[in-house]
């Protein structure tokens, strides 16, 4: 089975330009979630989506939103870009309860100039 | 609110010898713990997971990590180390979200960066 996908790979954007990321999870899986990483820290919680629905939000600027399609795939969106905001974006899977592991996909670069 | 404290930022080792990466981590309710490792570049892997049980967890490659719940702490353990486990491993906590739902977030430590030299 194909592990968490994420499109693109690296990108490059202005300041003030918008920007979506998109995520694939693993098949079966019903629960994504969106983390921040920037370079020399752990990863911040951004977002959580479980059947479509948000079910948790990290401390982000409204600036930041997020949505999950029927195929349970997700999109994030940053609006109004700021030179902070260049970091690894990471997508992860998981079948829902936190009692389970959240997959990684292998994340999209970000920088912002 | 969970939070976790990864004791070092970096662990310089050599090659079949044994090492410990620290991880310490304070909540007012119970949390499951995890270990992710992350190689340059790419995202995160599970090395293990604490849900309940033995207090002794064996994960993958040949890690293990010890639950002690009176000192809150989760160390990953390893007893002889290969320069492929050079990376950066994080220590996280799975809590319920403030609404007190169980689809939990993941709060992770700021990471150690094991170097395992030839």
């Known amino acids: 089975d194909a592990g968490v996908t994420q499109s693109p790979t690296h990108l490059i954007k202005t300041r003030g330009q918008h920007v979506t990321l998109r995520c694939s999870p693993i098949?079966?899986?019903?629960?994504v979630s969106w983390y921040q990483q920037v370079l020399g820290q752990g990863p911040q919680f951004i977002f959580q989506y479980y059947e479509k629905e948000e079910r948790g939000r990290g401390n982000f600027p409204d600036r930041f939103s997020a949505r999950q399609f029927p195929n349970y795939s997700s999109e994030l969106n940053v609006n109004a870009l700021l030179l902070g905001d260049s970091a690894l974006y990471l997508c992860a899977s998981s079948l829902g309860d936190r009692r389970y592991e959240q997959y990684f996909g292998p994340g999209t670069r970000l920088t912002v100039t | 609110a969970q939070s976790v404290t990864q004791l070092d930022s970096q662990v310089p080792v050599f090659e079949e010898a044994p090492v410990e990466l620290r991880c310490n981590y304070s909540s007012s309710v119970s949390v499951y713990l995890f270990w992710y490792v992350q190689y340059p570049n790419q995202g995160l892997q599970l090395l293990l997971k604490y849900l309940s049980g033995s207090t002794l967890v064996k994960g993958i490659n040949g890690f293990e990590a010890e639950f002690n719940k009176s000192q809150t702490s989760f160390h990953l353990r390893k007893p002889s180390v290969h320069i492929s486990d050079t990376a950066e491993y994080f220590c996280?906590?799975?809590?319920?979200?403030?609404?007190?739902?169980?689809?939990?977030?993941?709060?992770f430590g700021q990471g150690t960066i094991l170097t395992v030299h030839p």
């Open positions: 996280a906590v799975s809590g319920p979200n403030a609404g007190g739902t169980s689809y939990g977030k993941l709060t």
């Open positions: 098949s079966g899986h019903k629960s």
